[in-house]
């Protein structure tokens, strides 16, 4: 049972446009989300996080948005750059499942060209 | 920043053989780390909890014997695949967490592909 679901496998986007990268979340005990960028070959990088008190987290070209009523949550890059270009993770973590362990989706690969 | 460490990146080898991951924290010490696998197109999946001077914890379905997990220090955590099969076959990460950071931020390490033939 997926408790993080990415929905869209991968995203195409002009360089300068906006992405918006989704994921949905089952289990309302999740109160804490983060996301995760990832290049192949290499271990994912923490890019921003949310806590389930805030509806909106912002950080330079980077914002996070949560919905909890809907149990989603976006993630908005503007401008994109083609550096961008790799898969975004999105990760829960709450009460019931130890604030310590991640819950990740199964990741969007986002392709930004020049 | 803080660094996590990876070894080996690649490791081929026969069925049958165990191979030693190993994981380090380079500038920071880390009570807890954890080994994720990740299968192609898949999410990573929380394999064990490390704990530093005591046993690991087991997510349900990951076999204890199967997968042995050392924590004999601060900074080096190591998960051996013993008898490994093509199955096992995947990309295994660790991650810690720094103390003094965001609760749920982790540091991870590259990663380390296996390959059972």
């Known amino acids: 049972d997926q408790q993080v679901k990415q929905n869209s496998p991968s995203l195409s986007v002009q360089e300068g446009r906006i992405s918006i990268l989704n994921c949905d979340y089952t289990?309302?005990?999740?109160?804490?989300f983060l996301w995760y960028k990832k290049y192949p070959a290499e271990g994912p990088t923490f890019l921003i996080s949310i806590s389930s008190i805030k509806d909106k987290n912002e950080d330079g070209r980077f914002t996070v948005f949560l919905n909890k009523s809907a149990k989603h949550l976006s993630l908005h890059i503007v401008p994109s750059q083609p550096g961008d270009s790799a898969v975004y993770f999105c990760a829960a973590s709450g009460k019931n499942t130890g604030f310590q362990k991640l819950v990740f989706g199964t990741g969007t690969r986002l392709l930004v060209s020049p | 920043g803080a660094v996590v460490s990876q070894h080996p990146s690649r490791v081929i080898c026969k069925s049958g053989t165990s191979v030693k991951i190993e994981c380090r924290s380079l500038?920071?010490?880390?009570?807890?780390m954890f080994w994720y696998r990740q299968f192609p197109k898949q999410s990573l999946m929380l394999m064990a909890t490390s704990n530093e001077g005591s046993k690991a914890t087991y997510e349900q379905g990951v076999e204890k014997d199967k997968f042995l997990i050392n924590h004999a220090s601060l900074t080096l955590s190591t998960l051996t695949v013993t008898s490994a099969h093509p199955e096992d076959s995947s990309f295994y990460i660790c991650?810690?967490?720094?103390?003094?950071?965001?609760?749920?931020?982790?540091?991870f390490g590259e990663g380390s592909r296996l390959t059972v033939l």
């Open positions: 289990n309302s005990m999740f109160d804490y």
């Open positions: 991650s810690a967490r720094r103390e003094g950071y965001d609760t749920g931020e982790l540091f």
């Open positions: 500038d920071f010490q880390a009570t807890t």
